[in-house]
């Protein structure tokens, strides 16, 4: 392994997962020593490099936790895994509130008791519910409007108060609507039923969906379609290692920072992206509203910008759409590939 022996290992959770193996690649780049642990019940074995350890197995084994905390000198951990679609966690809710909150409370737990000092969490905008201002900033009220959102505040609130009663520091990074895939074609999104708009959008551009559903059309924006402000997932993973940067560099500070570009499309602009990169046009129908989408939900990215050197690089919006696509239009191979070695 090509990796640096003199840092810490960084321990990633959920690293077999969409964010998550980004995140790895991330780190792989910058030469941290990685572990993933992945329960492999969204992730894909194939989306861990051979250059990270990888153990199959649950957060909340403290047991299997400690023992790789121990074994490869674990100095950080970088916590993704968890469920992540929002209808579902309202019709799921205590099995959201098990896997995200209840098992991230021994993940910390194990963290505490095992003396890693960093830890950083994959956190939500879904913590905010519908903003009363846009931009959104890390002041505003936090009172989300589903039990997603409210199971990923509940872990913030563990951190910090884990962070002042132990010697722990955490970084809680908000993700507005995380899109793209890598640019070096090594990872993207690859679940099966996603419900982003990018991701359904580039499927439909490839055949696999006969439209897309555009779901409110009477939201108080331009052209009356919901807002939102678009991350390529390549800068997100970018931001975690910073962010990891900062916690080792100031231990006794913790932080909470939206990732996001301050800049907001809406749902028709963005097909409207797909429509000019794939010089095609994809149906879209006009459906109702779904409950409890907010007209606009965009980032105030200020305090990241100033507390770290993290700065977008592929903000570009046909720019992501382009690097979902290149993704989609692989991925039917190595899903083929990847059954076919199972």
Request: with cysteine; aromatic share 6%.
């Amino acid at each position: 392994m090509s990796q640096d022996r003199g840092r810490p290992a960084v321990l990633v959770t959920g690293g077999a997962g969409y964010i998550g193996s980004h995140a790895v690649l991330a780190l792989l780049d910058s030469g941290w020593p990685v572990v993933v642990i992945d329960n492999l019940t969204t992730g894909f074995r194939w989306a861990v490099p051979e250059t990270a350890v990888f153990a199959q197995g649950d957060i909340a084994d403290a047991p299997l936790v400690a023992r790789l905390i121990r074994e490869h000198r674990v100095g950080a951990i970088m916590h993704f895994a968890g469920s992540i679609v929002v209808p579902e966690s309202v019709e799921r809710p205590l099995e959201y509130y098990e896997n995200n909150t209840v098992k991230s409370r021994s993940l910390v737990a194990s963290a505490v008791e095992c003396r890693v000092r960093h830890f950083l969490f994959s956190s939500t905008a879904a913590t905010y519910g519908i903003p009363d201002e846009v931009p959104v900033r890390e002041t505003a009220r936090t009172e989300p409007i589903n039990p997603y959102g409210w199971s990923k505040l509940m872990t913030e609130r563990m951190l910090a108060d884990a962070a002042a009663a132990h010697p722990l520091n955490f970084c809680a990074l908000r993700y507005f609507n995380v899109a793209g895939a890598d640019p070096k074609g090594r990872s993207g999104q690859s679940t099966a039923g996603a419900t982003h708009l990018i991701k359904v959008a580039v499927e439909a551009a490839t055949g696999k969906r006969g439209h897309v559903s555009v779901f409110g059309s009477d939201y108080d924006t331009p052209d009356g379609t919901g807002i939102r402000d678009y991350i390529h997932v390549s800068d997100l993973a970018a931001a975690h290692v910073d962010a990891l940067e900062k916690l080792i560099a100031e231990p006794e500070r913790s932080h909470v920072m939206n990732c996001g570009y301050s800049r907001g499309f809406s749902v028709l602009e963005v097909l409207d992206s797909v429509d000019r990169v794939t010089n095609m046009k994809i149906e879209r129908r006009m459906e109702p509203r779904r409950a409890g989408d907010p007209d606009a939900l965009v980032a105030d990215n200020s305090r990241i910008l100033a507390t770290l050197p993290w700065r977008p690089r592929r903000a570009d919006l046909d720019t992501i759409v382009a690097d979902a696509l290149a993704w989609e239009r692989s991925l039917g191979q190595r899903l083929d590939e990847s059954r076919s070695s199972d």
